[in-house]
């Protein structure tokens, strides 16, 4: 069977109260060994669930942060609870954190804010940054060029820029992550910028509950899903999927730095 990572999936939320262990059966049963749960979505309860999914779990990894989202309603006992967590053995990155200048939903400032000292976390426990960038690539490169975040390398997790931006994160030493919108019939930009990222850059995720991949979409995500992304993502590199699957696996491991795996 082909193995898979979800490099990407919020399976602590809500969505998943009701039946999260036949979600993580059926992603094993699909062949996706292994899940990186992101704890960043409202209040850091989030954190806090993502990495107890990840002690009780060998195949699940937690990141923990506030979503770009969230960014204005962070207080010091957010960050308390995320400065505890940020050197969990079980936390193998810092995210997702960045700039939606599309949503808006918290002040630019403050995004930027987060940015930056998320950032500067990461880096203070040698651990890679998740960024979450939408409509804002140029001011998320130089954020973090200035914060010297390629020292600990990160993923743009659900790439929606330009080819010239997957270039431009490439160049700066950066993986991008492809979610399900690479499946999407108006998404014709993000297919031509899965040619701009070498195999060993490439990262598939599904970002679920959200953005399920053609033939599934409308339905609530899982991570077994991620095998129609890896399926797209492939066709556009041209190469087999089997070879797709194995390079983001390995990709994953290696950004994530997971400990080798019991054969
Ligand atoms: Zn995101
Ligand atoms: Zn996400």
Redesign the pocket.
Known sequence: MMILTDSHAHVDGPEFDGDRADVLARARAAGVQRIVVIGAVGEPSSAERAVALAERDADVFATIAT?PHDASKMTDAWWAVHERLAPHPRVVAIG?TGLDFYYDHSERGAQADAFRRFIAMARKVGKPVVC?VRDAHVEARAILAEGGAAEVGGVI??FTGTPEDAAAYVAMGFHVSFSGIVTYKNAQPIRDAVRRVPLDRILIET?CPYLAPVPMRGRRNEPAFVVHTAEVVAREAGIPVAELAAATVANTARIFRFPAQAS
């Open positions: 979503h997702e979450h997790h659900c970002d």
